[in-house]
């Protein structure tokens, strides 16, 4: 069974940094798979911010672009969030996500990590 | 960039009753990307469809997905106590996955 672990600080201060890590055990993130992660903010939606894949191919939401990075760490079977500049917008529950291809090009998201609430604030 | 509108905001049923769920694409988007979550409160989305169409391993036959082009339908027959939560389409192009606003389907 394929499963995710969202960890990292809870708090953030203002204009400080982000960074968040997920293990992933039961798959291998050199797989064949897209690595996500997906915030969202108290009693909102969902906001896609960016997925990897174990070649070094990286797409993220314009709209998060300038401020994000997401890296693999192959050692370690996990994948990282930065987000730098934050402010208290970007106070949100992060998750990660397994993006699979179910067959003919048919990706979506199949297994996701719990979740960790991460507080912008001084 | 593509828009996706989820109607309506909140749907008030009985629990055996039958829910149909909307998802509209600002343009023609290709079924082979769309995609349903379920998501409970304080729980992660849950995937239920893919593909428009297709039901994700595990997902009771209840849940159906339908639809092409613009206009695409998640139906639940017949609702269980369990299936009341927020559900949400997404769809993949252009180098970016978006989110619609959500349904939430509420007990009445």
């Known amino acids: 069974q394929v499963q995710l672990q969202e960890s990292g600080p809870r708090l953030v201060k203002p204009s400080g940094t982000l960074s968040l890590t997920c293990d992933v055990s039961g798959d291998s993130i050199s797989s064949k798979n897209w690595w996500n992660w997906v915030r969202q903010s108290p009693g909102k939606g969902l906001e896609w911010i960016g997925e990897i894949f174990h070649e070094g191919n990286i797409i993220y939401n314009p709209s998060l672009k300038t401020r994000v990075t997401i890296s693999l760490d192959k050692s370690k079977n996990q994948f990282s969030l930065t987000l730098t500049s934050v402010t208290a917008a970007d106070t949100a529950m992060y998750f990660c996500?397994?993006?699979?291809?179910?067959?003919?090009?048919?990706?979506?998201?199949?297994?996701w990590g719990q979740g960790t609430m991460v507080t912008v604030s001084s | 960039e593509i828009v996706l509108t989820q109607s309506p905001g909140t749907l008030s049923l009985s629990p055996g009753e039958r829910a149909t769920l909307s998802c509209r694409a600002s343009?023609?988007?290709?079924?082979?990307?769309l995609v349903w979550y379920q998501q409970k409160p304080g729980q992660a989305p849950r995937l239920l469809i893919y593909?428009?169409?297709k039901r994700a391993t595990g997902i009771p036959d209840r849940f159906s997905g339908s639809g092409s082009g613009t206009d695409f339908t998640l139906t639940i027959s017949r609702l269980e106590p369990e299936d009341f939560a927020v559900f949400y389409c997404?769809?993949?192009?252009?180098?970016?996955?978006?989110f619609g606003p959500g349904t939430k389907v509420e007990i009445k």
């Open positions: 593909g428009a169409s």
């Open positions: 997404q769809h993949y192009g252009n180098s970016l996955w978006t």
């Open positions: 996500a397994r993006d699979h291809d179910h067959g003919d090009s048919n990706w979506a998201f199949d297994f």
């Open positions: 343009q023609s988007v290709s079924s082979s990307h």
